[in-house]
């Protein structure tokens, strides 16, 4: 779970680096860029803080961790 929750923290990195590019060349609107960057931050909060994704987990009602993590990814 450990290693699963360190390559999603790396993709949300990623992710945001790549946002802000795009946005810097005009490539995507300020408006789709705020969405984008609040998911990045979604999904480094519940790779990060183990508690948060307990949380939802229990409020999707699944009982597996990683399935709603890739659920958040997807």
């Known amino acids: 779970m450990e290693r699963l929750l360190n390559i ?4 949300s990195v990623v992710l945001f680096l790549f946002v802000l590019v795009s946005l810097r060349r005009a490539h995507i609107r300020v408006e789709y860029s705020v969405s984008w ?3 990045c931050v979604a999904l480094f909060a519940a790779s990060r803080f183990p508690g948060a994704l307990d949380w939802f ?8 961790a ?3 993590l890739l659920i958040m990814v997807l």
Do not use: H, K, P
């Not at 999603?8 to 993709?11: E, L, P």
């Open 8 to 11: 999603v923290s790396g993709f």
């Open 57 to 64: 987990t229990r409020l999707i009602g699944l009982s597996d």
């Open 37 to 39: 960057l609040a998911a």
């Open 66 to 68: 990683a399935v709603a």
